[in-house]
């Protein structure tokens, strides 16, 4: 006798119990209390697991830890009170930005955000994004964490407010990432967005500026191991945090965002004394503040690259009374050769590049200077044809600087020759 659909199916049933299969429908439904479970889980979660409060309501809130820092903490070489006494000034200075001869630490927000991803689309979420700033007598720390997606636009309203009472914001590759990050977030939720109003300052090329002659790598955390003293312990990579976070969502276990909060908390602590720091070291006089060749010669050149080359004639010749033999000085000469020629102290300029080509006589730029200086200035005709000579005697046969030492030479020539002999070498 043929069996029924309906005893075949009973059957199946039966088989797939035994073997403890779930049927389709089963698993739909559990997968649905799961994700209830874990709603609600990661919302408690939080609370229980982490320091902080809840920001608004179960419905329209977020997760807000904030500490109070005294302004004797330590963190790293200096305490965090340090960049009260910061020089806006030098602040200006490291940043190429004179906006920030304004900058005052006390109406400053020191922020970094923890996100999805690194490609900073529209579909990159800034889960946890902390600001730092001072309060009375403490440095204030609020880290605002997103328990599930519904919280972005209440943790956005309390970061606007937050925003709205500082002049500057502080971060680390922030002009690249995080600021265009947090705009798109805020347009996305149609919030006003102020933090473009606000002075910025980007420690991450005011680093570079000073330390990638030397460090190549200026990370922040390679920063903070190099310049800053500072060892983080139970950290978490942060590569790693992302995931992090989208485990925390299926699962509501909060545990393992201790050491994500730890990260994001050092992150910032970090901008302060690195702001205090730099400051610090710029404000000694001639590059006394930096124990490094390296590092003098990348703030001759930060002087250099903002045109105040009173300044740096005044730290090259610093730089070179405490330096012996080493590649470095070359670039000093020629930088404080070409920083006498725009304040037209010609004679300072052609003594810096006569040094130069004593110590590298093969430096091609400091022939040609030379030579444009001795036939237009000094107009010892017959110098200025040496040095083209000698200029092209070292410079790539059929190069393009051979070829200007040539074009010149022959100029010169052309030039004795008309003078009919009445240009002596010895009346140049």
């Not at 689309?121 to 309060?135: E, K, Q, R």
């Not at 970090?270 to 400051?279: C, D, E, I, N, R």
Request: charged share 30%.
């Amino acid at each position: 006798m043929t069996e029924s659909a309906a005893d075949i199916k009973n059957k199946l049933e039966d088989l797939l119990k035994k073997r403890g299969v779930m049927t389709g429908a089963e698993w739909q439904q559990q997968r649905k209390n799961k994700r209830v479970d874990s709603d609600s889980g990661s919302r408690k979660g939080v609370s229980r697991e982490l320091p902080g409060q809840l920001e608004g309501d179960e419905d329209f809130g977020f997760q807000l830890i904030r500490q109070d820092f005294p302004l004797d903490t330590i963190h790293g070489v200096l305490n965090l009170g340090a960049v009260l006494e910061s020089s806006s000034e030098h602040i200006a200075l490291s940043a190429k930005d004179d906006e920030l001869v304004n900058f005052d630490p006390r109406k400053t927000c020191f922020m970094d955000t923890e996100t999805t991803g690194l490609s900073g689309g529209t579909g990159t979420i800034a889960f946890l994004v902390g600001v730092g700033y001072f309060h009375e007598d403490v440095f204030r720390l609020d880290q605002c964490f997103m328990r599930d997606y519904d919280d972005e636009e209440p943790m956005l309203q309390f970061l606007a407010e937050r925003f709205s009472q500082c002049d500057t914001v502080v971060g680390y590759n922030s002009k690249s990432f995080d600021l265009p990050l947090l705009r798109t977030r805020f347009i996305q939720n149609r919030i006003p967005f102020h933090g473009e109003a606000m002075m910025h300052y980007d420690l991450v090329h005011a680093s570079r500026r000073i330390w990638k002659k030397r460090l190549k790598d200026c990370s922040l955390g390679n920063i903070e191991r190099e310049i800053l003293n500072i060892r983080r312990k139970g950290d978490v990579p942060s590569h790693l945090i992302p995931q992090m976070w989208f485990d925390f969502l299926n699962t509501g276990n909060a545990r393992p965002l201790h050491g994500v909060f730890y990260h994001h908390e050092v992150d910032i602590l970090s901008l302060v004394t690195l702001t205090a720091w730099l400051a610090q070291c710029l404000a000694a006089p001639e590059g006394a503040g930096f124990d490094h060749d390296e590092d003098q010669l990348s703030l001759v050149r930060v002087f250099y690259n903002q045109k105040k080359y009173e300044e740096v004639i005044n730290n090259g010749n610093a730089f070179l009374e405490r330096t012996g033999a080493s590649p470095l000085r070359r670039e000093c000469f020629e930088m404080m050769g070409l920083g006498a020629k725009r304040l037209q102290r010609f004679e300072e300029m052609q003594r810096f590049l006569e040094h130069l080509l004593e110590e590298f006589p093969n430096d091609l730029q400091a022939h040609h200077e030379l030579a444009k200086h001795h036939e237009h200035r000094t107009h010892n005709l017959y110098k200025a044809r040496d040095l083209c000579a000698n200029g092209c005697e070292r410079a790539m046969p059929g190069g393009v600087e051979e070829t200007a030492f040539i074009h010149r030479f022959n100029r010169i020539e052309k030039k004795i020759a008309k003078a009919g002999g009445s240009v002596s070498e010895d009346d140049c």
